[in-house]
């Protein structure tokens, strides 16, 4: 089975441009979660969803950052305009349920650089 | 609020010997689980183990093992006799929130040399 899918693996853009994130989750699982990794803050969650919508996005930096879940195999995290320090690995997340203690499976993240 | 310690940044290691990573966790919850994951030099994030705070059962897993102690709230994970494809970086995770917010230690760079 494919694992939770990500897309693009990089990406190089300018600051004040708008970035979109995708992600695909595993087939069947019902919670995506958005994680930021940096050097300096770490792996940090953004939002996270349940059969398609929001739960809690208390981890969203900025009003300039957006996620939507219009469907159970596809998230966008947006981020409009973009700033250099907005430059960091996102990862994509998936798991079974909500609650309990299934594991959260990542994807392989997208590396964004922000000039 | 909860709070996962990974007082270990780098540790190097010649291959073939045993290391182990320490984890110190903070929790008000009674319930909660804690989990290891491996980032390797590709990126991705690996899960290894979870444990519920009920299991206090160390667990051994081919080379690996953790050792869970409620007592010193502690979750550590031992490598036996470790070889070059460990290296990585290795984090303990707590879970709370209805476990669905991971908390993720500061992590700990493994270097194994040959």
């Known amino acids: 089975d494919a694992g939770v899918i990500q897309s693009p693996r990089h990406e190089v853009t300018e600051m004040g441009q708008e970035v979109t994130l995708r992600c695909k989750p595993i087939?069947?699982?019902?919670?995506l979660f958005w994680y930021r990794q940096t050097m300096m803050r770490g792996l940090e969650l953004l939002i996270y969803?349940?059969?398609?919508?929001?739960?809690?996005d208390s981890g969203m930096p900025e009003d300039r950052f957006s996620a939507k879940m219009p469907n159970a195999s596809f998230s966008t995290l947006k981020i409009q305009p973009s700033e250099p320090r907005d430059s960091a690995v996102y990862f994509c997340?998936?798991?079974?349920?909500?609650?309990?203690?299934?594991?959260?499976?990542f994807g392989p993240g997208t590396r964004l650089t922000v000039l | 609020a909860q709070k996962v310690t990974q007082a270990q940044t780098e540790i190097s290691v010649v291959e073939k010997e045993d290391v182990t990573l320490d984890c110190v966790y903070e929790?008000?919850?009674?319930?909660?689980?804690l989990f290891w994951y491996k980032q390797p030099p590709s990126g991705e994030l690996v899960f290894l183990i979870r444990?519920?705070?009920?299991?206090?059962q160390n667990e051994i897993s081919g080379r690996y093992s953790w050792n869970f102690q409620k007592s010193t709230s502690s979750f550590n994970f031992t490598i036996t006799a470790s070889q070059v494809v460990d290296s990585a970086v290795y984090f303990c995770?707590?879970?709370?929130?209805?476990?669905?917010?991971?908390?993720f230690g500061a992590g700990t760079r493994l270097a194994v040399h040959p």
């Open positions: 929790t008000r919850d009674t319930t909660y689980y």
């Open positions: 444990r519920n705070s009920f299991d206090e």
């Open positions: 969803f349940n059969n398609n919508v929001p739960i809690d």
């Open positions: 997340a998936s798991r079974l349920g909500l609650g309990g203690a299934d594991e959260q499976f």
């Open positions: 087939s069947g699982h019902n919670s």
């Open positions: 995770v707590s879970a709370s929130g209805g476990y669905n917010k991971l908390i």
